[in-house]
Nanobody, 115 residues
Framework: QVQLVESGGGLVQPGGSLRLSCAIS????????MGWYRQAPGKQRDMVAR?????RPTYSDDVKGRFTISREKNTVYLQMNSLDFEDSAVYYC???????????WGQGTQVTVSS
């Protein structure tokens, strides 16, 4: 099973920025898809951003224009700017090793936006 190691979460004030990182620790072949979901208390897990290869990003409407996903080999980043209270959630990194394969998930990292 693929292991994804996340980092970069924390506490930030509204309007601030954070950068999340996620690296695949035990799989050397470049996976076709990586991305991020988030889950707030009492809510479902929703897609935030994903990237196919290294140049085809997709964003949810909630974060478009504020978040940027990027990738180097099997490490994916999420630059989050202009953070708002509604961005508070546990952020989960994932990857897919093939289009028909289920995602592998990271352990999650907490992002809290609070004044």
């Amino acid at each position: 099973q693929v292991q994804l190691v996340e980092s970069g979460g924390g506490l930030v004030q509204p309007g601030g920025s954070l950068r999340l990182s996620c690296a695949i620790s035990n799989f050397k072949i470049s996976v076709p898809e990586m991305g991020w979901y988030r889950q707030a208390p009492g809510k479902q897990r929703d897609m935030v951003a994903r990237i196919m290869g290294t140049t085809r990003p997709t964003y949810s409407d909630d974060v478009k224009g504020r978040f940027t996903i990027s990738r180097e080999k099997n490490t994916v980043y999420l630059q989050m700017n202009s953070l708002d209270f509604e961005d508070s959630a546990v952020y989960y990194c994932y990857c897919r090793r093939g289009s028909s394969m289920p995602p592998d998930w990271g352990q999650g990292t907490q992002v809290t936006v609070s004044s």
